[in-house]
């Protein structure tokens, strides 16, 4: 997509250990015309696809998610990195945080992702892939079915996507980032 891989190239900045922030337009400040723009794209990428809800993880997630939910009046529901003290039926995994290096638990509750479900996994960023295994392993205990996932940045050397498309599932990304090495964005042209 190329607005956004414009706008990577002109406000991203890459940090040591392969990390590309983009505090700027998504996860600090955010763009909504951006974020409509990406949203309007992964719905074009996803039409051929039965879906009756979109799935996400707190907090970057949600913003890409709730433009998508809204364009197509869909329920969206985010994981929660804390068990809040209100929910008791929950269902939980564990996801490694590779930005933060350590592990921690995610939680849904099982009001809101059931048998029934047909959903679309949003996130910000596909990196090694943990977040989707700990949404794919909610969805498996869940009964729900993943119809696909779509990222806004995939960082392809990290390889996350390998390790989803095994499990059968769709991935859809709007910008891929073949590497950040010497500090240096590169954007795979398509
Ligand atoms: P994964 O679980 O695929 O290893 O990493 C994806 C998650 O880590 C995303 O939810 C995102 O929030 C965070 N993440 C991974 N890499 C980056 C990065 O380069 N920049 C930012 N801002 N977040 C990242």
């Not at 890409?64 to 039926?89: E, H, Q, Y």
């Not at 095994?166 to 795979?188: F, M, T």
Request: proline content about 3%; glycine content about 6%.
């Amino acid at each position: 997509m190329k607005l956004l891989r414009d706008r990577i190239l002109r406000d991203g900045k890459c940090y040591p250990g392969g990390i590309l922030k983009v505090d700027k337009f998504i996860n600090h400040q955010m763009d909504p015309s951006l974020m409509k723009a990406c949203a309007v794209e992964l719905i074009r990428r996803f039409a051929s696809t039965e879906v009756n809800k979109i799935l996400t993880i707190e907090a970057s997630g949600i913003a890409p998610a709730i433009m998508m939910g809204f364009l197509l009046d869909l329920p969206v529901v985010f994981a929660k990195k804390k068990k809040p003290s209100t929910m008791d039926d929950m269902l939980s995994t564990r996801v490694f945080s590779f930005t933060k290096q350590r592990e921690y638990h995610v939680v849904i509750s099982k009001e809101y992702l059931t048998p029934k479900d047909k959903v679309i996994f949003i996130d910000d960023f596909l990196a090694y892939g943990n977040a989707a295994k700990g949404i794919i392993d909610l969805c498996h205990q869940s009964g729900a079915e993943i119809v696909g996932m779509g990222f806004i940045i995939e960082k392809a050397f990290q390889r996350g996507r390998e390790v989803i498309e095994k499990q059968g599932i769709r991935v859809e990304s709007l910008a891929i980032v073949d590497s950040l090495d010497n500090c240096q964005i590169k954007l795979r042209n398509e």
